[in-house]
């Protein structure tokens, strides 16, 4: 995950390759960070609002900041500060094949990190634990290209990997066609249960549906908060949330609902139904 300071989005493993003459840079991350993925336009990569259809500029959103320093809030999902680990780490490896000395290995380690505060933000927080590792195969000298330019051409492929480690978004399926039926929408409705002690009721609500969990919240669900359930087809709901995440209603080969999956595709989150009582 990253962007828990500002707006929670998935993230994983990116990686990015460039070549200069016969230098060659490898750049594979892990992104588990506190601070938000920002594109090269300087707008947040994943976000739960668009507005205009484009993710805020991440100055828009360090601008609005300042505004809530003191001001606690009930909703707030900036990462506290503990005194174990961090909850946060991301993690970067670097390899040339260009030879270099131990000195310059080690500052383009400082210049790559350093540079990828450009990529995520706020980076470097007392709640992320970051690594980076420099690498060189030492195969081929490239007297054009000194120490300082590959260290630079590494810094831009480490923000190719970071933009790189967001997944790719699954195509929703758009609003229309088969909508679900009276019946069926008591059929879905019932209990299901995410893990023990997480449970979320689905209840008719009128001539629709609603979702409410117990337990705890989720980056997809508030705890103890209705959420509506907006069909999209006869067994596909968009959760009237900011990030309007779909909900899929699972069945076994015999038809009968057996329970529901959250974002299916990459990123599942699955619920089993549990019988009545």
Known sequence: MQGGFFDRQHSGQG??????????????????????IVDRSGRLLRCSQRVDGQ????????????????????TDSRPAASGGLTANT????????????????????????????????PFGTRVDGDTLFAITTAEVKNPALDPILVSTLASEVAWDAVLATAPELPENTPRG?????????????????????????IRRHGEELEIEVTGRESLYLPAGKAVALVPVT??????????????????????????????????????????PG
């Open 55 to 74: 993710c805020p500029a991440i100055a828009d959103k360090l601008a609005e900041f300042p505004a809530s320093f003191g001001v606690a809030k009930a």
């Open 177 to 201: 066609g088969e909508k679900p039926t009276s019946a069926a929408l008591d059929a879905y409705a019932g209990r299901y249960e995410f893990v023990p002690g997480v449970t979320a009721q």
């Open 90 to 121: 991301t993690i970067t490896a670097v390899v040339t094949n260009q030879i270099m000395p131990y000195h310059a290995l080690q500052r383009l380690a400082i210049q790559v990190h350093n540079s990828m505060a450009r990529a995520i933000q």
């Open 234 to 275: 006869a067994n596909e709901f968009e959760l009237g949330t900011l990030r309007a995440d779909r909900l899929r209603i699972d069945r076994d080969t015999r038809g009968k609902v057996v329970g529901f999956t959250i974002n299916p595709g990459p990123w599942p989150i699955g619920a089993r139904r549990l019988p």
């Open 15 to 36: 990686a990015a390759f460039k070549q200069a003459g016969e230098t060659k840079v490898l750049v594979i991350t892990v992104v588990n960070a506190a601070g938000s």
